[in-house]
């Protein structure tokens, strides 16, 4: 008797033991995009480009050493995208995905303030996907392109009405 109480404890309490200790499987994925700014005016309009094979690099560091623990690297698809999956869950780190280098020929300036973005690949803050998105990234490039001026009119116009 005492045996089938054995056999049965190894049969259905072990097994769920091992599921709850292990931990979970499903890989973060860091998802954006990296454009090129041909107005310079540092943010998306109707004149940006996605650009193809640019590298970003994913850096998360201590939030109590501010020292780089984890990092790695990516490239832009042909549209402008990029997905890099994260096996670990990094709680007790700042995370953020960084511009590294863009392949286009006119378009290498980073634009200010859009650098990086942070992200955030843990399960302990309420987010149920495991799709974690970061803010567009971008480039500028040398010399403002025509047509710029009216684009950038629209703008000024639409903040005039409102």
């Known amino acids: ?6 056999l049965l404890l ?12 292990r931990p979970a499987k499903n890989p973060f994925c ?10 310079r005016a540092g943010f998306e309009t109707s004149a940006t480009t996605y650009i193809a ?4 690099m994913l850096q998360c560091k201590s939030r109590v050493s501010n020292e ?18 994260v096996d670990e869950d990094h709680a007790d780190q700042i995370c953020s995905a960084k511009l590294v280098s863009s392949p286009h020929p006119q378009c290498k300036e980073v634009t200010p303030g859009r650098d990086e973005a942070v ?6 803050n309420g987010i149920a996907s495991d799709d974690r998105f970061a803010n567009a990234m971008g480039f500028m490039s040398q010399e403002v392109a025509s047509g710029c001026a009216e684009i950038l009119r629209q703008y000024q116009e639409f903040d005039n009405e409102n």
Do not use: H, Q
């Open 119 to 124: 992200v955030i690949p843990t399960r302990y």
């Open 30 to 39: 860091v998802k954006g995009r990296v454009y090129c700014g041909p107005c």
């Open 68 to 85: 780089v623990v984890y990092t790695k690297k990516g490239y832009t698809d042909s549209t402008g995208a990029y997905t890099m999956c």
């Open 10 to 21: 190894a049969m259905c309490v072990l097994p769920a033991m091992v599921v709850a200790i």
């Open 1 to 6: 008797m005492a045996s089938r109480a054995v």
């Open 53 to 56: 094979g640019a590298e970003i």
